[in-house]
DNA sequence: CACTCGTGGTT
DNA sequence: TAACCAAGAGT
């Protein structure tokens, strides 16, 4: 690792200030320095593209203009504006920030990396960001664009996979943040990180900052930055059963904790949860399942296999495989003993899909086809985007 | 500190 | 395809 001298900083805040302000991307939240249009998009923006998230952020905003409107707003309507973001924590901690802010603070926004961390799904990254270009806080926002770019500028050899890393990047950064532009310096640092110092294709003989970038000049560029590599996720093979009754299809909702927590999905079997780890035929299993749904829930349903093929859903640390099976049930709806109801496809607008349901509901239109269904006779537009 | 939490895109 | 990446935070 290398240090810069206090004229190479000064060089180098110049030199990258010029190239922004030339060539900064014009993007809807960059319109005003309003800390509720900086803090939602930089919500959003955790973990997940730029061009994602623009179409999220311009309904969110039509949807939620102040922080008032986000504070007060239903949880249903909130939910349906994330809708396939992902991370559905993130929406969760937002109004709960929001609702901090506007009740708490009386509407006043703490100013302070330090108390911005105080909020709910505020961390140092974020509490950085909202300090330096909302609030004009001299400190630096140290997401994986600025391990990126610092990494390679100044040959950190330091793991950006390890916690710890971030107090070192902080450390090192902190004192490059120029004091009367550090919001355009930070946003700098993250163009720069999206255009000629991305992850991979990089070219960065063509950087603003190239004279800077000590591993390119070393030729060294693509040892930084240093990062241990991620476990594979782990397999989970499910059934997923579509009961259908005039009453509608069978949600189940999901527990309040863990992955997709209190989504409504078709309810899903664990295979592994059905046997005692004993080889068995499919038609075994698919017994299996309709004796718990009837000695579990009173519910008698024959179930039989879809014809279309196993719904394939990847996370970060799990990938599901789904098999489905589809039953109806004509008479003895009642779902007193089942923790779930019924809904009819025409309420699914409605509803908040995670895109695993949304896989699971477009496999198993495409074999209604000519079938006639009790609940509906059409195939219905709940799509997947 | 290691692990968890979604989705879409690229290689 | 599997692996990795994308403006991280909570537990």
């Known amino acids: 690792m290398i240090k810069w001298s206090n004229k190479t900083i000064k060089a180098f805040q110049e030199t990258l200030l010029a190239w922004y302000d030339q060539n900064k991307r014009d993007l809807p939240w960059r319109q005003d320095q309003d800390p509720y249009h900086v803090w939602v998009s930089e919500i959003m923006l955790q973990q997940t593209q730029v061009e994602t998230v623009i179409p999220y952020y311009l309904r969110f905003m039509n949807e939620f203009p102040t922080i008032e409107d986000l504070a007060a ?3 249903d309507k909130l939910m349906k504006a994330w809708e396939g973001l992902g991370y559905y924590s993130r929406a969760r901690n937002l109004q709960k920030a929001a609702q901090q802010i ?32 909302a609030f004009g806080q ?8 600025a391990f990126r770019v610092f990494a390679r500028l100044l040959e950190i050899d330091d793991d950006v996979a390890k916690p710890h890393t971030r107090q070192v990047f902080e450390k ?43 591993s390119y000049l070393d030729g060294i560029e693509d040892h ?5 590599k991620k476990k ?12 259908h009754s005039k009453a509608g299809y069978l949600f189940e909702k999901r527990p309040s ?44 349903v024959a179930l039989h296999p879809v014809s279309t093929p196993t719904v394939v859903h990847t996370f970060t640390h799990q990938q599901w495989k789904i098999k489905l099976l589809e039953g109806q049930i004509a008479e003895n709806i009642d779902l007193s003993y089942f923790p779930g109801k019924w809904i009819h496809s025409s309420e699914f607008d ?24 009790i609940d509906e006779s059409a195939v219905d537009q709940k799509t997947n985007r």
């Open 224 to 228: 930084y930055p240093v990062k241990t």
């Open 102 to 133: 506007v009740f708490d603070y009386q509407g006043q926004w703490p100013t302070t990396a330090k108390e911005l961390q105080e909020l709910s799904g505020i961390g140092p990254y974020t509490a950085g960001a909202i300090a330096s270009i």
């Open 350 to 373: 409605q509803m908040t899909f995670s895109k695993v349901q949304s896989k699971m509901w477009s496999a198993y239109q495409k074999t209604l086809k000519s079938t006639q269904s």
């Open 172 to 214: 090192i950064i902190n004192p490059i943040v120029p004091k009367n532009r550090p919001g355009d310096f930070n946003q700098a640092i993250m163009d720069l990180g999206a255009s000629y110092m991305t992850a991979t294709n990089y070219d960065t003989s063509q950087s603003p900052v190239k004279d800077f970038n000590q």
């Open 257 to 300: 904790h863990g992955i997709l927590a209190n989504f409504w999905m078709f309810p899903l079997f664990d295979r592994k949860n059905l046997t005692d780890d004993q080889p068995v035929t499919e038609s075994t299993l698919i017994d299996i399942i309709e004796t718990r749904l009837q000695t579990d829930y009173q519910l008698s």
């Open 73 to 75: 707003a239903p949880e």
């Open 138 to 145: 001299p400190v630096a926002a140290v997401d994986g664009n």
């Open 232 to 243: 594979r996720p782990v397999r989970h093979d499910y059934f997923g059963v579509v009961i």
